[in-house]
Each structure stands twice: as structure tokens, then as C-alpha cells.
């Protein structure tokens, strides 16, 4: 199957501070998603970006189908975006794969 | 909102028994997906659903069973619990006119077997 690679697993944050969280995939895909896990466990969808490029508040996402990789922004980051971030594809048959996810925690 | 709702939202049952998960949804979307949460393992797919009575098998499906006879509605079952199937469980959506492939999650449920 195809594979999902995170980095960094861990990321500690001061409070205002920008970030860059990276999402690696070894095959061509349909779909990608990013997800924040918040510290009471509800996952929100972020993104829905196959391509290209979106951007939702302080948050952006940036997708390059063709080098097979996808990057999340953080601007000004808050104690709100403390959480686990995780990537997900899809290549077929409506199957999504998980990363392993990137822990973020921002300090005030 | 995406309108899914799953019950319930903790379990403890005993080894051996059966279990049933249900997740329910409002807004006609036509995927529907169980995945499970574990400490080192991220999520993981178990089953999933493209249609009313048309379902297949994820990566973890071993010991569960799925049933969909509504679109509104899927069903996890645990045929007869063992403690390696204590986890989060979560059930998630796409497939919508109005949100087209975007993933959503319900709230989960946190299921202990004793």
C-alpha cells in the first residue's frame, strides 16, 4: 500500500511563532487531507488539497502532486492549534492512509 | 457540520462478548468508514462503505463485521470482544453534493474490553 510519511513527529511551539509541518507519499494520488486532532480527540478536516495550494485563517496548505509531497503551514501560532496533525491520500478505490501524524504544542 | 453522530460514546464489555458500534448520519453522503485509533499506530481503516449493503475490507478488518441497509446508517460489530480490540473507534463520511470527497469524523467512541 502506499506510504505516508510525517515529519517532524514533534514540534513545540512558542506562542506567535510560524511553522512548516510535511507530508511525504511514495505514489501518485487521488486525494490528500489534513486533519487537526485536537487534545479532546476530535479530528477536524483542515483541507481537502490534491493539488495546489489553499489557505483557511492562519493555516495554508500547499500540495505538489508531482514530487509527492504536501506542506501545512502555521502562521502566529496559538495554544488553540495544539494538537496532532495528520495527513491522509488516497490512491484508489476511496481508501484513505494516515500518516502517523505531527504533535504540535504551542506555549503561551 | 457534517451531521454524524456515533453511540455510544463509551464501552467497557467483558472478553468474549459481542458489541455493536453504531454511527448515524444526515446528510446523504454516500462513503462511510470505521477506523480505529491506537497509541504508535495512528488510524487505521477496518471496513468501510461505498453504498446501502456495499461494503469492503480495510486494513485491520480481522474480528469485526459491517453491516449498511440504510444510507443513514453503519454498524461495527464485534463478534466476540478480546482486549486487543480496546481502542477508539471512529466512524467518517464523504461523499456529499454539498462537501463532495472532504473526510469527516464522528466524536468517537472509546471502547474497553476487560
Known amino acids: 500500500g502506499i506510504q505516508v510519511e510525517q515529519s517532524p513527529p514533534d514540534l513545540i511551539l512558542q506562542e506567535g511563532a510560524n511553522s512548516t509541518l510535511r507530508c511525504n507519499f511514495s505514489?501518485?494520488?487521488?486525494?490528500l487531507q489534513w486533519f487537526h486532532q485536537n487534545p479532546w480527540g476530535q479530528l477536524i478536516n483542515l483541507f481537502y488539497i490534491p493539488s495546489g495550494t489553499k489557505q483557511n485563517g492562519r493555516l495554508s496548505a500547499t500540495t505538489v502532486a508531482t514530487e509527492r509531497y504536501s506542506l501545512l503551514y502555521i502562521s502566529s501560532s496559538q495554544t488553540t492549534d495544539s494538537g496532532v496533525y495528520f495527513c491522509a491520500v488516497e490512491r484508489e478505490d476511496y481508501k484513505l492512509s494516515f500518516g502517523a501524524g505531527t504533535t504540535v504544542t504551542v506555549r503561551a | 457540520d457534517a451531521g454524524i453522530t456515533q453511540s455510544p460514546r463509551h464501552k467497557v464489555t467483558e472478553t468474549g462478548t459481542p458489541v455493536t458500534l453504531r454511527c448515524h448520519q444526515t446528510?446523504?453522503?454516500?462513503?462511510m468508514y470505521w477506523y480505529r485509533q491506537d497509541p504508535g499506530h495512528g488510524l487505521r481503516l477496518i471496513h468501510y462503505?461505498?453504498?446501502?449493503?456495499?461494503?469492503d475490507k480495510g486494513e485491520v478488518s480481522d474480528g469485526y463485521s459491517v453491516s449498511r441497509s440504510k444510507t443513514e446508517d453503519f454498524l461495527l460489530t464485534l463478534e466476540s470482544a478480546t482486549s486487543s480490540q480496546t481502542s477508539v473507534y471512529f466512524c467518517?463520511?464523504?461523499?456529499?453534493?454539498?462537501?463532495?470527497?472532504?473526510?469527516?469524523f464522528g466524536s468517537g467512541t472509546q471502547l474497553s474490553v476487560l
Open positions: 462503505s461505498y453504498g446501502v449493503k456495499d461494503t
Open positions: 467518517a463520511i464523504s461523499g456529499s453534493k454539498n462537501y463532495g470527497e472532504k473526510l469527516f
Open positions: 446528510e446523504n453522503h454516500r462513503y
Open positions: 505514489d501518485s494520488v487521488n486525494n
